[in-house]
């Protein structure tokens, strides 16, 4: 979109003057400030401006380097028959997206974690402990829609982006750091021992998303409901990805049921 100004050498010399803008004075940290506002996208499938530094190939490449890491370490759950629902599910949710024709890849993951992930390339990791509470295929496709949303509303390259520049903004400039960082913006934190969440705005906007490709796709959107209740209920101490940046999941709740009753789709 804006590649010519976006190149990250163009964004890290515009961030590391922003940075340094006791010392070069006013009209060079400007220049800086305006170039780096030029690196906004509006995302054709949600009509949001963004803030994206990284270009869709070097995203590509990450995410087969991070799922290759992921298949590493955690090992895989051989259950044929939840493959097969998971796989079902997904199928019909990523087409209802307007995404069918693009790689996808679904893998069941033996960790008793209520959770579940996806990479930008498409790779989606999902937990047996989340499976294991999974008691309709709505629920499945409620968690695969909100994974779908991620991937749709473009939020690892959003949150990439915005690490970076958080990054350079404190001059931590190392490689070891960098690579962590990508990896950790790419959602495998626990892996690499940084956490860094989805922000609240994505979680939101992933949670609607979502339920518009599941109701397009034949599933119930109000059974997102039940399923984040029963979220809610079973979190624990550890929370799962979906729920640690929301301080109050009731808001979450309440936001999925106004939009549902907005549609006509309730009343629930
Ligand atoms: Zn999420």
Known sequence: MCQHLCGNDA???ALHAIDRRK???GAAATAAVLAAAACTTVNPDTGREQFIIIDESQLQQASLQAWAQMRQQ???WNNAAAQRRVETVGRRVVQAAG?????WEFVLFDSPQKNAFVLPG???GFYRGLYQISERDDWIATVLGHETGHVIGRHAAERYSRDMATQIGLEVVGTQVNSQLAMAAL???AQVGVSLP???EQESEADILGIQY???AGYDPKQSIPFWQAMQAGGGARQPEFLSTHPDPDNRIQRLRNYINEQGWGPV
């Open 11 to 13: 964004v890290h010399s």
């Open 23 to 25: 010392l070069l004075g």
């Open 74 to 76: 955690v090992p895989p």
């Open 99 to 103: 995404r069918g024709n693009q790689n």
């Open 122 to 124: 498409g790779q989606v």
């Open 187 to 189: 959602g495998l934190g």
């Open 198 to 200: 989805f922000s609240r």
């Open 214 to 216: 599941m109701q397009r």
